[in-house]
């Protein structure tokens, strides 16, 4: 059940409702809207009885919510939810695409300051990289770990950018909720769901990317988890599912996009990287992905593909990057979008 308060309540009214639902030993989630507050109930077991809530003074609506997700969906709050940085202008979910841009592994400082150098020039806002890698081989370079996380918080400091990187287990992500602007949760964990409630608990926003063959509605589930413990800023990431089609590493299911845009208010990245494998086809399908409305890019960058010690296939030489962002930013305003201009020049030279 939802709550929507009337446009005139007010902050003690959305508080006594709150008050009552946690009476009732439930749990209450406020959400405030552009129009309206609305005040989701989670917790019960069965459906609520909204006799004790409808007559409260400010309740505009009371709506039985049929769908098994409460949180995440729209009907909660009709706004796109925009994620925002203080003391940054970058936002994920505002008209601004958010661009985040970065080799699949942070492999060292060096790499990690050149391609941070080159995908900042070319207009990402924020950084990505992983410390902690979920390797489908176990011989293969599993991360730097804490030492990957200090490197992109210098990232941060040198140059201005938001990091962004994957949390494996607990352990590794109460390390990255304590060093990165967001917590990735990779498609192998989208249903670990002591993480994903872990995560939830977590102070920071959170990126979470779709399963290998995770339903339109087991995506949106796997949200309403880290939602239901309390942390609303969610992004959604869609990074392509296994099919039988053999040309790309896995198939880039551009229509979840306005799937999820017509059931919730989390904002919905793309990934082209991991969502087709190939380097000749990010280009291609994030082109796309800002066509179809995304609301931001994902996308592997390494200064030297060939070097790299994971994922150098699909990634992008800077120059390859460069030049698409110039691309996005064409597409962007045929949508009401825009690209943020990029941060100013490095001061900083690799080292
Ligand atoms: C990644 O972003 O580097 C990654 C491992 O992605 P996914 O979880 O989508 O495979
Ligand atoms: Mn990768």
Do not use: W
Not at 238 to 266: C, K, M, W, Y
């Amino acid at each position: 059940m939802l709550i929507v308060m009337q446009a005139a309540a007010t902050a003690e009214q959305v508080q006594a409702v709150c008050d009552r639902i946690t009476a009732l030993g439930l749990r209450p989630h406020a959400m405030p809207g552009a129009q309206r507050t609305a005040i989701g109930i989670t917790g019960n077991r069965g459906t609520v009885e909204p006799g004790a809530l409808e007559e409260m003074a400010g309740v505009g609506e009371v709506i039985v919510v049929t769908k098994p997700y409460k949180l995440v969906s729209r009907e909660l709050k009709p706004e796109t939810t925009v994620i925002r940085f203080p003391g940054y202008r970058a936002t994920i979910g505002g008209e601004e695409l958010a661009i985040v841009a970065g080799p699949c592994a942070i492999e060292s400082r060096a790499q990690a300051m050149e391609t941070a150098a080159a995908v900042r020039a070319a207009g990402a806002h924020f950084f990505r990289g992983g410390a902690f890698k979920p390797r489908t081989s176990p011989y293969s370079f599993q991360g730097l770990e804490e030492e990957g996380l200090k490197v992109m918080a210098e990232v941060r400091e040198q140059f201005g950018l938001l990091i962004i990187t994957e949390a494996v287990d607990e352990r590794s992500l109460e390390l990255v909720a304590e060093y990165a602007d967001v917590i990735q949760i990779g498609a192998r964990n989208m249903q670990n769901f002591s993480l994903l409630k872990k995560a939830g608990r977590a102070a920071k926003p959170v990126l979470l990317k779709r399963g290998l063959s995770a339903t339109l509605e087991e995506f949106l589930m796997a949200a309403e988890y880290i939602m239901s413990e309390g942390n609303y800023q969610v992004a959604l990431c869609e990074r392509g599912i296994r099919t039988f089609a053999d040309h790309t590493r896995n198939t880039l299911d551009l229509s979840i996009v306005p799937a999820v845009q017509r059931l919730s208010h989390l904002p919905i990245l793309v990934d082209p990287s991991h969502g087709t494998g190939k380097r000749n086809k990010v280009g291609p399908m994030a082109r796309a992905a800002v066509a179809v409305g995304a609301d931001g890019l994902l996308i592997e960058v390494h200064p030297r593909p060939e070097e790299a010690l994971s994922d150098g296939m699909q990634s992008l030489y800077p120059a390859q990057f460069a030049g698409l962002m110039r691309e996005v930013e064409q597409i962007a305003p045929i949508l009401g979008r825009r690209v943020l201009a990029p941060l100013a020049a490095a001061s900083v030279v690799a080292g």
